[in-house]
């Protein structure tokens, strides 16, 4: 018997159109990527980049754009205010402001960065060489133990005191500098390095991969540096400015680089005795350029720091 | 515990022993005789009893003995500059002010340090927040040697409220402890408000808010109870800090403080006042952090000395 | 006139702020709660569940998550009208809450003792040293031996187990009417989640309390709940005694939900996954949220919400299958689609 097939239009089946995969939906993209993505949008970050490439830019080209070098003395031209000849004034030797505070940003990026890559490398090379070898065996603990009992007494000294005392005890010298600032400075990495090292041999995605047949040098590679990388890059970043605070502070002890070279510390240590007579431009300058770069690298450093934190993905 | 603490002070001892032969080393590093530079030309004589007199004449090891000896006595040894003052005399001077100084900044920094940061991470997102975060980007942009002048200007000469320099009155600490407690309290606030962040989030402050006791109590017996564990981390780092800024401070607004010997000591190239005043410094902050460490280990109930419990 | 509800949910509606916009989260839940009976919320991840809980506490985080519509009644008084003040009366007093993970639900620094009697403190005006002895008490009660010892340790020297009979015993402290227990069990092996039902199941005879539990595993609903409430995407989808829902499920997503359970009497079947995944609560369908995943899908499910249909009792189904113009289910099977 045929069924009465009266069937309202409205209930008939649903003609499905595939349901598109929520997590498919937004296209999956690679790590750095992502990390990228959320830097980019740390508005606060990007002024810091946009600033360091500035200071960097005009830390090579400025001194050019004047006829003047930052050592021609002029003492007819003693202390005078901006002006359309000296856009930042001149000194107390006559020599142009302009020049002086980009050829100092010179010297002082230069140490910054020379100084904190020193430290990288050292600090990687010991940090990794204790986060791998903790746990391969007697000898590697005891390695680890070692490398690790010295970090820690080197980490308890008191920084800037050992790095007056070599300054003291050494020629003062852009060279000399970094050597002092590199001599003890690598020991945060150190320990940051070895630390993540330690932190990820132990995570679960190591054994994943051990389990389905990565060797050790692979993992090494592509598990363990990728994820260590992250840390050690925001380290940097932060140990650039450190170092050219450390260098601004040296040379305000008398011990930074020597005339006529000059840094933006010993530029501002000169200018520290005409704050009374007003001659503001002197000091001005190259405090506000040790400013802006310690601010710079320290917001791009947070930032940075933000990105690679998975914690806070949205 | 007795474990756990026996095993500090070894490293404590032995970290002390390490400043302590390096600066002798780099100090005797230097060749030459320090009298030798001098600008008044003395008498052959007279330099080679002085000589005697600062042992200079004996072989390195025997005077490490004796200065080792020395310190053990406490006794830093004499200047060479001074006549009249041995490296304890200047310290025992320049302690006081130095010390006032260094507590006072210490104070600022932390009151208030951790006050804008709790304050910061519960105004996230506004205007509040913005104001306390530019002001800890502020003070880590600002070294202390630019922070100084520029108070100096603004609210000694500009706006007389503050004398310019030197030492005396309750006033005349006002501007240098700000100087040298802006730096600090700045990183203070970034990480207080990071870690009240962190523990608002937490899950025992939504168990806390079922209880239905009101915010504040949530906030201040449950956040902040716990948020400020990690701060006390740092206070090692910050009194580092507070220790080499004064050096600045003192030189700038003319205090008379140790770290004012201590830098004339490296103008005038005077080791044994520079080597007293390190192993002086190094210690007080060795010892500091040591305190401090142990004290960490006692307020967080989390943490077990040492294997006692099983 | 039926009897006053302890708790009556009536059309809630639930919204987030977000980045990318509006989440919906919750959009229109209607049940209720009797005194004396445990009523479970199932569902999974996502549904609303928890959101609905967190409402009823008035702990909807806020500013960016907020209650758009609907009123929430407890006792007769609408307590989704009720001032702050009023509120935290209530909070921890006639309404408390059992989280979910019981490592990170305690106060790491505080003594257990005392975080038990904070809520007594406040809400019952006695002095710290008579809240330590019910908190004493209520140690007791939650089954944790040596309780006058205990009572002064902190977090951290309790298992997971203990940790949380002591988020319970917060929840009781000041004798509530009504506990909400948030997937309760969810973090805790599976031997002890069932001396921590059966503590629960004991304690709500004993107090006489009504227990609003909500949880994702059905064998918890069927362990402890008198009454269940199954939600999807958002929106109840059926209701009923859990005899009723259990043998003779109405809603196609229940029917899902039953099959995917392993079943250990009876015959081997193959396990059934529901296919596909739950809707985008940024953009919500205007018809059953179900609908993509159904096997009896209909034009007009894509198109409008359908009306709860009554089964005698209190079980209830929201599905157009009920629909008196719609195919009789035993074609549709016939015509090879499974129900149950």
Known sequence: MAMEQKVDPLFRPLVKRKQADAASARPSLSNAQLVIRKLVKNKLAMLGFVIIVALVAMSIIGPHLVPYSYSDQNLLMKNKPISDEHWFGTDDLGRDMFARTWYGARISLTIGVVAALIDLIIGVTVGGIAGYMAGRGKRGDRIDNVIMRLIEVLYGLPYLLVVILLMVVMEPGMLTIIIALSATGWVGMARLVRGQILQLKNQEFILAAQVLGANFPRILFKHLIPNTFGVIIVNLTFTIPSAIFAESFLSFLGLGVQAPVASWGTMTNDALGVILTGDWWRLFFPALMISLTMFAFNVFGDGLQDALDPRLRE | MFHYLAKRVLMMLLTLWIIVTLTFLLMHAIPGDPFASDSDQLPEQIRANLRAKYHLDEPLPIQYVIYLKNLMMLDLGPSIKSDTRGVNDMIADGFGASALLGMQAVAIALVFGIFFGIVAALNRGNWIDYGAMALAVLGVAIPSFIMAPLLINYFAIKWPIFPVATWGTWLHTVLPSLALAFGPLAIITRYMRASMIEVMNQNYIRTAEAKGIPTWAVVVKHGIRNAILPVVTFLGPLIASLITGTFVVEKIFAIPGIGKYFVDGIFNRDYPVILGTTVFYSSILIVTIFLIDVAYTLIDPRIKLSNKEG | ?340
Not at chain 3, 71 to 91: C, D, H, N, W
Not at chain 3, 114 to 135: D, F, L, N, T
Not at chain 3, 203 to 214: D, F, G, M, N, T
Not at chain 3, 251 to 268: A, C, N
Request: charged share 25%.
């Open chain 3, 1 to 340: 006139m039926a009897e006053q509800h302890l708790l009556t949910i009536d059309n809630l509606k639930v919204h987030f702020k977000t980045y990318e916009g509006e989440v919906q989260a919750v959009r229109g839940v209607s049940f209720h709660v009797d005194k004396g009976e445990t009523v479970a919320v199932v569902g999974e991840s996502g549904c609303g569940k928890s959101v609905t809980a967190q409402a009823i506490m008035g702990l909807v985080p806020a500013p960016h998550g907020r209650i758009v519509d609907g009123r929430i009644v407890f006792e007769g008084k609408e307590i989704t009208a009720m001032s702050k003040k009023e509120q935290l009366e209530i909070r921890g007093a006639q309404i408390s809450m059992v989280f979910q993970d019981p490592m990170t639900a305690l106060n790491p620094t505080m003594k257990v003792g005392r975080q038990i009697a904070e809520g007594i403190v406040r809400h019952h005006r006695v002095s710290r040293e008579e809240a330590h002895k019910r908190a004493i008490e209520l140690l007791r009660m939650v089954g944790i031996p040596d309780p006058e010892k205990r009572v002064d340790q902190f977090p951290h020297q309790f298992s997971g187990g203990m940790r949380q009979r002591v988020v319970i015993a917060i929840a009781l402290a000041c004798q509530p009417k009504l506990v909400i227990a948030d997937e309760p069990t969810t973090a805790l092996d599976v031997t002890i989640q069932a001396q921590i039902l059966d503590l629960l199941k004991r304690l709500q005879k004993e107090q006489r309390l009504s227990v609003l539990i909500i949880t994702h595993d059905l064998g918890v609903v069927a362990a402890i709940a008198h009454r269940m409430v199954v939600m999807y995407a958002g929106v109840v989808v059926e209701t009923g005694s859990v005899q009723d829902v259990f043998s003779h499920p109405r809603h196609p997503y229940t029917w899902g939900l039953m099959r995917s359970l392993p079943r250990l009497d009876g015959e081997k079947q193959r396990l059934v996954p529901i296919e596909g995944a739950p809707p985008d609560l940024l953009h919500p369908p205007k018809g059953c949220p179900f609908a993509p995943r159904c096997e009896f899908a209909m034009e007009i499910c894509d198109r409008q919400m359908p009306e709860p249909a009554v089964f005698g009792g209190s079980h209830q189904a929201a599905c157009w299958l009920h629909d008196p113009r719609a195919p009789r289910i035993e074609e549709l099977v016939a015509a090879g689609r499974q129900t149950e």
